[in-house]
Structures are given as C-alpha cells and as structure tokens.
C-alpha cells in the first residue's frame, strides 16, 4: 500500500510539475534556421535565447523581464528573435545544409547553464553572450549596446562601466 500511494505521489508531482523551458509568451521566437535567414534578409541582429524544461531563472526572466512593454517594443522592434531548448533532441537545419540537435546547438554556444542570451550579427556572427537571470534595466542597455552600435568599438563591460558617464 506505501509503495502504491508514493507511486501515486510521485505521478502526481510529475503532473503538476511546470514547464518552465517555454519562450515568453506574446514574443514572435523562430527557430535558428528560420532565425538566421530572417535576419539575413531583414538586415537585422539575432536575439538567441537559450532555455531549457525546469529552469526557474528562465520563468524568472520571462516572467518578471519579458513582461515588460518596452522590453518587448524593443526586442520585438529591433532583433529576430530566436528560441532554443538547450537541452532538446529537437532537429534543427543551420544555414550550412548540416543537422544537428537543439542540444547539439547550445553546446556549440557553451549553453550549459541557463538562461543564455546571444546576440549574433545578420550574418550570425556572435556579438556578445550573457549568461543568467537578466532585469528590465539590463535588458534595456543590452539593447542600446548592440542596437546603438557600441559593440562594434567596445566590450559589454567598457559600455556598462561608462553608460552612468
């Protein structure tokens, strides 16, 4: 009888158990292959996110950061934004013509802890990449860096240092 109430507990648990790995709601993410030609043909950076099933830090992000309407004029307005589950054995095409895994990818990105934000060029070259749980006011500069420009005379660090200047 014990073994069947933990085994009823522990479907329970599963059940009940979020899935926190989603993207933000309302946000337009595409996949990385549809991510990258996007970019390409609108001229515009890629705001890569890296989450994954079970990860608190990113429902924080999501749900604390995305929520907010200028966060989400701005990524919405300024970047394609791009979605991967660091974890899953979804199939994904890269611009190359080679397959490869949705884990496949966040390891290549060194995507071992989440959330991972990359922001990568038109041409998908990397920009800067930020790990962890981010607020409003970071994602609000991380914006001014790469949409002003900043990136392309200084470090992340050298603009956060003189942005208060």
């Known amino acids: 009888m014990k073994r069947l109430l933990l085994g009823m ?4 648990m599963c059940l009940a158990a ?3 790995a ?4 309302h946000y337009p993410f595409v996949s990385y292959g549809d991510g990258l030609r996007l970019a390409k043909q609108q001229n515009r950076p ?3 996110y890296f989450g994954r099933y079970g990860c608190g830090w990113c429902a924080k992000t ?6 907010d309407p200028d966060i989400h004029r701005l990524y919405t307005e300024h970047y394609v934004l791009v979605y991967v589950d660091a974890e899953s ?3 994904l095409k890269l611009p190359s013509g080679e397959r490869i895994t949705e884990a496949e990818l966040g390891a290549r990105f060194n995507a071992f802890a989440t959330p991972l934000f990359v922001f990568l060029d038109p041409q998908g070259k990397q920009i800067v990449k930020i790990p962890g749980y981010k607020t409003v006011q970071d994602f609000k500069d991380f914006d001014r860096y790469v949409n002003g ?14 942005k208060s200047s």
């Open 62 to 67: 999501n749900k604390e950061s995305f929520s």
């Open 9 to 12: 507990l522990f479907v329970v």
């Open 22 to 25: 989603d993207p933000p709601d």
């Open 46 to 48: 890629v705001f890569l």
């Open 149 to 162: 420009g900043y990136y392309k005379t200084q470090t992340l660090l050298q603009f956060l240092g003189r």
């Open 89 to 91: 054995g979804k199939r």
């Open 18 to 20: 979020p899935a926190f």
